[in-house]
């Protein structure tokens, strides 16, 4: 069904850590604007994917997962998805279809409950992963985790085969409200292209790591210019440091005789001259910036600014 008028508006993803938020944005922007790895948190910034279409312009919000904090970084983590939440349009939560619910949903579930205005899409991810018959029964635990509310759209969805995505996509298009495009026509993102370079260093970094050094890596552009040359691509040279945060730590992302570091960075700069669509030169640093996670005045300069 057409629609009349042109629609835009803003939709906020949420759920708990590892639920395919992610994997998600990138599949309805058709283009890798959120890194995406096994490890909880992989997201840290809010960072919005645009849907652009004849139709509508839908601006997506990837939020962190929500957690409960052990760190200062956790708690403003946390903060990130409330403020998401104001003023949206449709509020999308996403359940695993291979999982159950449990505080941490009934918790997020209590949150979108707050946000009356806004449309309550359910997304049961992972489809893939399951038989149709367990699908059933997680749609009746989610059916039941609206207190207060009803949900909208309950709509079961696989990000990694692009099962059902199509679908998704255009009932986010007819509840939203009528309205102008907000950004231009061919843009996939509002994310800096510096955010995103540390952002795809930081996924390299975290692949096959183990325990709490994934947490624990945080990347930042110390350096970044475009070299005089000719030739029809340009050349950029980029120098970027890995933060890491305890000294034992350096030593597994520089890895046997630098190995790991020299890995990280041939990974990295393959993502980030196809995302520019220009050949670089990536030097990479490794830094101990002991307990950034809990340090408010790191925290500030990292960009995780306390609002």
């Known amino acids: 069904m057409r629609m009349s008028e042109f629609r835009s508006g803003f939709v906020a993803i949420v ?20 890194i995406t790895s096994p490890h909880p948190n992989t997201t840290r910034h809010a960072i919005r994917g645009i849907i652009n279409n004849s139709e509508f312009q839908a601006v997506l919000v990837d939020t962190p997962g ?33 999982e159950t619910s449990g505080a941490g949903d009934e918790f997020i579930a209590a949150e979108i409950a707050k946000h009356p205005r806004a449309k309550k899409f359910a997304l049961v991810t992972k489809t893939d992963l399951v038989s149709k018959k367990n699908i059933a029964t997680r749609l009746l635990g989610i059916s039941a ?3 207060g509310f009803t949900w909208d759209e309950i709509i079961p969805i696989s990000a990694a085969i692009h099962e059902q995505i199509d679908l998704l996509e255009e009932l986010i298009g007819k509840n939203l409200p009528a309205g102008p495009a907000f950004y231009p026509e061919d843009m996939k993102s509002d994310q800096g292209i510096e955010q995103l370079i540390c952002e795809l260093i930081r996924e390299a970094a975290m692949r096959d790591a183990r325990e709490e ?30 933060h890491v945060e305890r000294d034992s ?24 001259e196809r995302e520019l669509g220009a050949r670089i030169f990536l030097g990479l ?10 340090d408010p005045k790191l925290l500030e300069r990292l960009g995780f600014t306390e609002r």
């Open 145 to 147: 985790l609206a207190n």
């Open 66 to 98: 929500v957690h409960k904090p052990k760190t200062l970084l956790g708690h403003r983590l946390n903060a990130v998805v409330s403020e998401s939440m104001d003023s949206v349009d449709i509020v999308m939560m996403c359940l695993p279809a291979d």
């Open 249 to 272: 730590q350096t030593g597994i992302i520089l890895g046997h005789q630098g190995e790991r570091l020299k890995d990280i960075g041939m990974r990295s700069r393959k993502d980030i």
């Open 213 to 242: 050094l994934p947490h624990s890596i945080m990347v930042t552009i110390d350096e970044m210019s475009e070299r005089e040359e000719k030739g029809s691509r340009p050349f950029f040279d980029i120098h970027a440091t890995i």
């Open 285 to 294: 640093h490794v830094k101990v910036s002991k307990e950034w996670q809990r």
């Open 15 to 34: 759920g708990r850590p590892n639920t395919g938020k992610s994997t998600l944005i990138n599949a309805l922007v058709g283009s890798k604007i959120a």
